[in-house]
């Protein structure tokens, strides 16, 4: 229909312009591909750290263990019987030889022979010194399974765990290792008839501090840095937008907001560990909050994450276009509620990345903690945030710098363990950050 | 009463407040040509506030200031000999009888009197009771801290009763001026500006906080070091004085963990800048929302890992790497040592990458999108779009972004002791070991070393300083950004 | 409080974890006590900061207390201080498992790790780059050695017994005198380590060490005895003046290199802080600390019969500094 | 001189307007922008009741001037603003008024038509919500239908009220600022160019509209057409430079302007 | 039925126009903002060296054609085009063209002024300097200074060049965006509303800046004033709900429309 038209209006192009196309796309290619190389390089590095954890630490996860048929023998528990007098009786009875006689009677050896002293101080080896606790809370939980016989599984001990794991070169003289021979013939005999395996290691997660790496676990961690998140979250993120916004929306432009300003980014450059200094000072020694509580640690964390979410927050609200808040003025919002009903919206993907941040940095710092009393051996549950408690880092920190090749995967498995707490911390935050994220 | 309580209770007023202010407004009827100045919500929350703030903070006024107080009074009514005496030390014996006032609480009255009398050993008594005593104690204290006990327990009495009081004054007068012209919104927006204010002030608290729980022992540090050992140093070597200096105190050179500091800190903002920028770059402008929402959070899990997995990494890999590397291309002897600066830098930039990328993402997204059509319909293709129109616009966000890596970067401690060690040397070569400044302040003040030692002290001095230094680069920050700030629209 | 809070030494820390949890097991009417690290020095200053329920009970340190300390205790209030040895630490030296034998003398880490040495009777800075060097004996390996940071314990104990030795043996000492120094100054040039990057401190734990050497074959790190006994099986120990360390060696004064290991105790908490008292007993109890305990096999040198008798009766007496 | 011709104007036009009272009154207002000054000596009333339109060239200082009225210059940190203005006596600038509620009682339409990002209905009804106009949900769904109805633009939204009103045309979206504004039924409402954006028609509607408001409302609009501001005005300002030049009824003032620069201007013989 | 009318209308008007050649020529061009539908099988050709006005009612898809010209809608992530438009007889959808290049010939003023947060200077001389159009600081001078005389705007901003764009008035930026588009000297403009903030005189101005552009450039302008757009353009084009409704001479579509609707449109009739 319009052929007609383009038939007769057809000629030759004109000459185009050089505008320098070539040039500018080449640009063009090279800025985008510096950009995939850049998140490419990124992710890589992650996969990279990601990859060396998770391969020292996945088998953390697991932890080998022994199924024994454990006679609650009256007679050693409770040999004068007297625990419906004294239930004390009970707590302190010595359940290790229990598990140890019923694994001796497993490998045949006769336990009361004075000649099998150290073989059976072996067998003792194979079994986590844990056990103790693992049958007394079975006694207390239930007093009438005094008597009777049940398949328990116990835990190993820990270089049987990582002999077990094929963790510990076997092939260097005997001397010069934790398992002996001996030990290690029992173990594949104990594999070979199922009785020996290696099990989820839930202990991991729920048991508190411990000298012995098979009962050691990440709770007290958990639980502290969970308190502490809780406080740095409720604290850090209302006070850090309440500052940014009085800074940049309400504050007048003179010195001293300028003067808060430096002070603010400043306070982002002061090592973690001044924070510490600061919180020994103020919480402990001079508001007399007690030593090593998730309570203290979370206020110095909060302290330590508010500029990040400051300066973040302060960055997206200035990101906000101006023509929003005079359309908010012209109906006649009042400024605050211009703020909190528009602008605050608009900057929610920044002030929640700033959270991110801040919350990711606060969990995995360590420094502080130490001056306070955080970096400690806490086996007890903290019942609230005033008890002693430990957190996730620190957990890592300690078990880091321990001597015994159990707690080599176990630092990887506690920092997989930090990874998992972030992933979950975080997740809310992403979610609600997608929500406001909008363009205009 | 505990405060707990009395808390509680205010709380139940201010509630109550709320209620009856809130049905008060919206039942008034406004003459004609008249509005409601303010919505019934604000006026409710006007007698709240009115009922609340003040009786907690008179509640925590008081609170504060008791103690003092009824210390003093405590302490004016001690023998006279005791107060004049010139080893007396007040809080070392004022300690020692709020610590007996606590014990006498748990005595029977036979015991009390025993006490007062002095005829058993205070130390003995106290500890059956759970209660630690520095010393035994002498028998006036007993009195002065039955009177303290009164003391503390008709204050807290009377706080209890005048905060109550002081709600209920509040709610009243929050609900006396209820009317059509009333501001309550203002008057809300007030109190609610207060709380803005007040929350930006604690970073000025924290400060001061900082800065005086380092300042006693910095001034000690000096007592012992001269000022210029400290800042012109170029030697730090704490326990040896140079060789032929004679002095035993040891080397306290700040310029090269100053150096080291900035050196580290440099090369990791030079790491992650470029490619925290670009990456925040791709994900705002190339990338589709599906791949942005992805790329994002995954990036900032790096900034979530604890340091000293960075550290640990930096140490097992990327130091050998580099080291491997940097052998195989001289043939040999290797020009990058396992612990460098660079391994340090490297590693660290690997950690501040979600700093610049997420940040910054978001900043440049909350461009208007009018900027970016402006830009694109005069022929502009999209990195000029970005380089030249979005990234100014976003300026001051991004630079906001880069500060607080900057920051990170100066303040971190693990990386820097596992990929580039502790040994403060002074060299430009990036290869080489250097420290920093906050690597110093963690070694001084977990050692073995005595506390009372200038080794140690140093840590508070190192500490001041720094703090210093990035405020002047603050200042300096911020009048570069004044200066090229764009504001859209 | 219900809870016994302690806090130092990241040396003891180990030893006082595993008494903590015995304590906690063994006691169940007590938790377990909290035992906090960073370091002796940081412990102590907790420790001296005041009596009450505040401040922690105890101390763990790997040095003596200094008498500044003392005096800085008695200032703010804390005048009884107990003292308890518990043991021994062991130092060693250590190589790669694959590596040949070593047999060191103070001379030769003198010689290789010294900041200045003899040579013809002059002194001059020290230069020599592989341990053969040093000693004909030693393998033909560039000097490497993973020695604690200034901040250990451990260092000033390598000092002494070590470079202050080896300084003496070679006669560096008198020719440093010779230079004019006093005595003080003499014996503090004899231990400073030489700062060309052939002595690395290690700030960090034995495990930074041991990674250090995993990524450096050809290294020689310093380890507490107890470390290397768990990793027996990755490193070699050397002998130091022909003595082979080892608990036994180093309980009967063999062994040159080892320090005891402390812990202080706030008298007035004592039946204050419930469980203090006993955990304390607990500790010094043979059960614990003796040759046989979790201690000793953990790697702690088991202070010998009498001594550990007297740390109980001094303790029982209420004995303060 | 400027001065000589508003009042002796003020004089001779006084008797045909007793009937109006002054709603706003702008006296001596002058603008600065940091050093620059964009309005001298302004003074100019405003009659309750009527359409006052302000006309003249583009950066002459109509937008300022509207802005100084319900002190949106307040938000424009390089703006000073000196001199009275007045609403129903009050002086606007007095520390004892409340702005939010001057604002409210202000309504304003900007230039550059500026929605909320949020969905059309939002737009709308946030006005009224703050005020708390609207007690119930019917009701606000009452006040947002209405309003958009009066601002023409209903039809072509009702669809979609749940959709952003960033996506709307432009004309869409200016009318939907109007529908914004006037939601909160503000006793003045300052227009700066409502009909800038919008087709014959959608003006006439708007025009409309401006005519019904003035029945109860008092209304500044600023315009570039003359034709409109001769059709909807009663009163006509005109500008030009930052300066008042010309003020008065608007018959008048498009037959029989005193000022020659007004003359020119009207008849597109200006500049 | 429409497709019809354009049919019989376009070789009515041909022999006309054999003087003109088809610069750009939409085919069945449709789009779709997500699910809505905004344009519908548009058929509409514009001229070289003529000025091509698209009127039509508040949201009836004028900017959206507009913006299909230069493939703006690109930026929309919910936008989806169809059909076929031609620039020089390629078309401009094609994998082959190059945006970058589309658009610096084909450039545009869009409807709510968005100048650059940069000084006016910058403004101006930004798309000169991407296109390498200036080899000296002086050719950018002269560039920047004739763009904005053009746009009539020079003698307003000549002494304050280097503050900022965003701190004119309404008006001062949409000139602004005009002297930023002409600045790279496109082949077509396309002016979506350029006069709607501006006075009369302004409005003078630009429009015989179209007149004068026509001679070397073609010119697509949307435009809500019947005068200007019988003013200044050659061709009318007529939208109505997203459809083409008529195009033509536009002598011919103001004196006598084919269509009803147009013809209601201009003289007012409408809806
Ligand atoms: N980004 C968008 N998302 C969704 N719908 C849109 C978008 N932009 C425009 N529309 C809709 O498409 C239709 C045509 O819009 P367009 O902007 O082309 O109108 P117009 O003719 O330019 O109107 P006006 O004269 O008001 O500017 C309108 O109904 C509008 O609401
Ligand atoms: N924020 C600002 N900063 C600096 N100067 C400004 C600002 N806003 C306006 N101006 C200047 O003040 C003068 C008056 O501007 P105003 O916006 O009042 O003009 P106007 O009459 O509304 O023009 P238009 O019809 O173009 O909208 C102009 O010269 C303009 O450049
Ligand atoms: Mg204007
Ligand atoms: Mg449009």
Known sequence: ?440 | MSAATVLLIVLAIGAAAFAVAYRRAAGLRPEAGQKLHSRAGYHGAYAFVMAVLPAILFLALWKAASPAYVENAVWNDLPEQVQTAPDSNKSLLMGMVTSIGDGVRRLSDAELEQAKAGSVDLRELFAAKGVALASSGEPYMVPAAVAYNEMTDASVRYSGIGTILLALAGAVYGLTGISVRRRARNNVERIMLWGLMAASTIAILTTIGIVLSMLFQTISFFQSVPLSNFFFGTVWDPRFAAAGSGGTTGQFGLIPLLAGTLYIALVAMLFAVPIGLFAAIYMAEYASRRVRSIVKPVLEILAGIPTIVYGIFALATVGPLLRDLSAALAGGQPFILAQSVLTAGLVMGIMLIPFVSSLSDDIITAVPRAMHDGSLGLGATRSETMRRVILPAALPGIVGALLLTASRAIGETMIVVLAAGVAANLTINPGEAMTTITVKIVNQLTGDLEFTSPQTLVAFALGITLFAITLAMNVFALYIVRKYREQYE | RDQIQIAGSSTVLPYAKIVAENFGEAFSEFKTPVVESGGSSGGLKEFCKGVGESTIDIANSSRPIKDSEVKACADAGVTDIQEVRIGYDGIVFATDINGPDWALAPEDLYKALAAQVIVDGKLVANTAAKWNEVNPNLPDWDIAAYIPGEKHGTREVFEEKLLAEGCKATGALDAIKATGLDDKAAAAACIAVRKDGKAVDIDGDYTETLARIDSNKTGVGVFGLAFYENNADKLKVATVSGISPSTETIAAGEYPVSRPLFFYVKKAHLGVVPGLKEYVEFFLSDEMVGPDGPLAEYGLVAAPDEERDAQREAFDAGKTM | MNMLTDVAMEQKLAPTQDQHMIKIQGQEVCVHYGEKQALFSVNLDVRENQVTALIGPSGCGKSTFLRCLNRMNDTIDSARVSGTITLDGENIYDKAIDVVELRARVGMVFQKPNPFPKSIYENVAYGPRIHGLAKKKADLDEIVETSLKKAAIWNEVKDRLHEAGTGLSGGQQQRLCIARAIAVSPEVILMDEPCSALDPIATARVEELIDELRQNYTIVIVTHSMQQAARVSQRTAMFHLGYLVEEGDTDKMFTNPDDKRTQDYITGRFG
């Open chain 1, 1 to 440: 229909m319009t052929d007609l038209s383009l038939s007769e209006g057809k000629v030759a192009p004109r000459a185009r312009r050089d505008i320098g196309l070539r040039r500018r796309y080449a640009a063009e290619a090279r800025f985008r591909f510096y950009g995939i190389f850049a998140i490419a390089l990124g992710i890589f590095f992650l996969l990279a750290l990601l990859f060396t954890v998770f391969k020292g630490g996945y088998t953390a996860f697991w932890q080998t263990s022994i199924n024994l048929p454990i006679t609650f023998d009256a007679e050693t528990i409770d040999p004068d019987n007297k625990r419906a007098t004294d239930p004390g009786k009970l707590l302190t009875a010595n359940y290790t030889v229990l598990a140890r006689n019923a694994l001796a009677e497993k490998l045949g050896i006769d336990v009361e022979d004075k000649a099998n002293r150290a073989d059976l101080k072996l067998v003792s080896g194979l079994i986590s010194q844990g056990v103790r606790t693992q049958l007394r809370d079975i006694v207390v939980a239930d007093p009438s399974v005094i008597g009777t016989t049940r398949n328990v599984w116990v835990l190993a001990a820990a270089d049987v765990d990582s002999a077990h794991k094929g963790q510990i070169d076997l092939a260097v003289p005997e001397a010069r290792r934790k398992v002996k021979d001996q030990q290690v013939e029992w173990m594949n005999k104990l594999s070979q008839e199922g009785m020996m395996a290696e099990r989820f290691n839930s202990g991991l997660f729920t048991f508190g501090a411990s000298s012995r790496p098979e009962t050691s676990g990440m709770g007290v961690a958990l639980i502290g840095s969970l308190y502490m998140m809780l406080i740095v979250l409720v604290l850090s993120l209302p006070i850090g937008v309440a500052a940014s916004i009085y800074l940049e929306e309400f504050a007048p432009k003179n010195r001293m907001t300028d003067l808060i300003e430096v002070n603010i980014n400043n306070l982002a450059a002061v090592p973690s560990i001044v924070f510490g200094l600061l919180g020994l000072a103020v919480f402990i020694n001079f508001a007399g909050l007690p030593r090593s509580a998730s309570l203290v640690g979370g206020l110095v964390l909060t302290l330590m994450t508010l500029p990040t979410i400051i300066i973040a927050t302060r960055a997206a609200l200035k990101a906000v276009p101006p023509s929003i808040r005079s359309a908010a003025l012209g109906v006649g919002a009042s400024r605050m509620q211009m703020v909190f009903h528009h602008v605050l919206p608009l900057a929610a993907p920044g002030i929640l990345t700033g959270t991110i941040i801040g919350l990711a940095q606060a969990l995995g710092e360590t420094a502080p903690l130490l001056l306070i009393g955080m970096v400690a051996f806490v086996a007890n549950y903290p019942a609230t945030p005033m008890d002693p408690a430990t957190a996730l880092p620190v957990q890592i920190f300690m078990w880091a710098n321990e001597a015994e090749r159990a707690f080599v995967e176990r630092t990887s498995g506690a920092i997989i363990i930090l990874l998992l707490f972030l992933a979950a911390m975080n997740l809310a935050a992403i979610i609600l950050r997608r929500r406001f994220e909008r363009r205009w």
